[in-house]
Structures are given as structure tokens and as C-alpha cells.
T-cell receptor, first 112, second 113 residues
Framework: DAKTTQPPSMDCAEGRAANLPCNHS???????VYWYRQIHSQGPQYIIH???NNETNEMASLIITEDRKSSTLILPHATLRDTAVYYC?????????????FGQGTELSVKP | DGGITQSPKYLFRKEGQNVTLSCEQN?????MYWYRQDPGQGLRLIYY???????QKGDIAEGYSVSREKKESFPLTVTSAQKNPTAFYLC????????????FGSGTRLTVV
């Protein structure tokens, strides 16, 4: 079973920041948080991942709470092309299988 | 360019027939994975392999089989034992060790009539 909980849907105005929350209260100390997104009928696209420190790349920022029980993905200036389903995933270390177990995700709609 | 290729994009089969979905990667990744996605649902893991000639069952392996004879290839066979085979199938790969993201293929949409 997925170890994460996300809201099923969110809206965001174009040009504004999109903040997508995720709860992972049962996360273990050596498990990473990954974020992927999927545009309809395509393969999921990797966005970002982190262990306990906040992370930023060219696509997004990842904020992980100090107790690691929740995180937030931030798309700083959302565009219409960011409309997709966003998945928050807790991944076990590779030597323990390294599997990505997907939940239901959050369907983000960016509106003009 | 390196990537992961799934073929065909669309596949139609009659009920009761086995069908094999192709997945090839030229990323030199050690691990490969197969997922199934039903409409409006997240991805569910079918099988995965971290090394040639070895693979493990995922959450929904019943009615499916795989092989990993080459590092580059991880074909999935949907057998007649799979009760609801119509779905979107996604293949992914990742490097060994560390914490690397998966690279996904573009998927195969299988319809059984």
C-alpha cells in the first residue's frame, strides 16, 4: 500500500505558486520522498526528491518538515503546461528493493 | 539519445490470448520495472528486476510473467490467466544503488476484446 496521502485535486492560477502537500507519517529514517507528475496518457516524469533537507532544482522546490512526516512540492510560477497528476512517493533504499509505490496523487489544474 | 522504449503504443488482443509487451532501454540501467495503470488510478507495480536473470514480484504479479535475459530488455507477458488485462502498461528503469529517479517509457495501451 502507498505510504502517502495527498488531496485528490487542487486548482492554481497561472503565474502563481502551486503548493502541493503530502503526508507520509509512517516514513522510515532511510526512505526518500520522491515527486513525479503524469500528464494524461504519458509516462510519469521525475520532478525532485529529498531525504530531510529542502531541495530545489530547475522545476520545483521540495520542503520536508523537520519530523519528516509531511512535505510540500512548490512550483514557483505555475503555467498551463503544469496541469497534471502529481504523485508523492516514499521510496525504500535500493538494497531493500528501491520500489516506487504510487498512491492516487493530486490532480493539479492550472487555470488562466 | 538515451531512453526507454515501449512498443507498440497500442495493442489489441482477443480474450484468452497471451500477449508480450516490449521494453528496451539504452541507459545502462541495472533495474527495470513494470507498472499497470487503470483509468483514474495510480500506478501499481507488477514485477521488477535489479539484475539480469533475476526478478521479483510486485503487488499484482498474478497473471503476468517476465524475463530478464539481457540488461537492456525486460519484456512483460500478459497471460490468459490475467482476468482484467485491459490497461495502460508502463515500463521504467533506474541505476543501481543510491537514490536515483526512475525513467519511464511512454507506455503501451492494451485492449482485450
Amino acid at each position: 500500500d502507498a505510504k502517502t496521502t495527498q488531496p485528490p485535486s487542487m486548482d492554481c492560477a497561472e503565474g502563481r505558486a502551486a503548493n502541493l502537500p503530502c503526508n507520509h507519517s509512517t516514513i522510515s529514517g532511510n526512505e526518500y520522498v520522491y515527486w513525479y507528475r503524469q500528464i494524461h496518457s504519458q509516462g510519469p516524469q521525475y520532478i525532485i526528491h529529498g531525504l530531510k533537507n529542502n531541495e530545489t532544482n530547475e522545476m520545483a522546490s521540495l520542503i520536508i518538515t523537520e519530523d519528516r512526516k509531511s512535505s510540500t512540492l512548490i512550483l514557483p510560477h505555475a503555467t498551463l503546461r503544469d496541469t497534471a497528476v502529481y504523485y508523492c512517493i516514499v521510496r525504500a533504499p535500493y538494497n531493500q528493493g528501491g520500489k516506487l509505490i504510487f498512491g492516487q496523487g493530486t490532480e493539479l489544474s492550472v487555470k488562466p | 539519445d538515451g531512453g526507454i522504449t515501449q512498443s507498440p503504443k497500442y495493442l489489441f488482443r482477443k480474450e484468452g490470448q497471451n500477449v508480450t509487451l516490449s521494453c528496451e532501454q539504452n541507459l545502462n540501467h541495472d533495474a527495470m520495472y513494470w507498472y499497470r495503470q487503470d483509468p483514474g488510478q495510480g500506478l501499481r507495480l507488477i514485477y521488477y528486476s535489479q539484475i539480469v536473470n533475476d526478478f521479483q514480484k510486485g503487488d499484482i504479479a498474478e497473471g503476468y510473467s517476465v524475463s530478464r535475459e539481457k540488461k537492456e530488455s525486460f519484456p512483460l507477458t500478459v497471460t490468459s490467466a490475467q482476468k482484467n488485462p485491459t490497461a495502460f502498461y508502463l515500463c521504467a528503469s533506474s541505476p543501481a544503488g543510491g537514490n536515483y529517479g526512475y525513467t519511464f517509457g511512454s507506455g503501451t495501451r492494451l485492449t482485450v476484446v
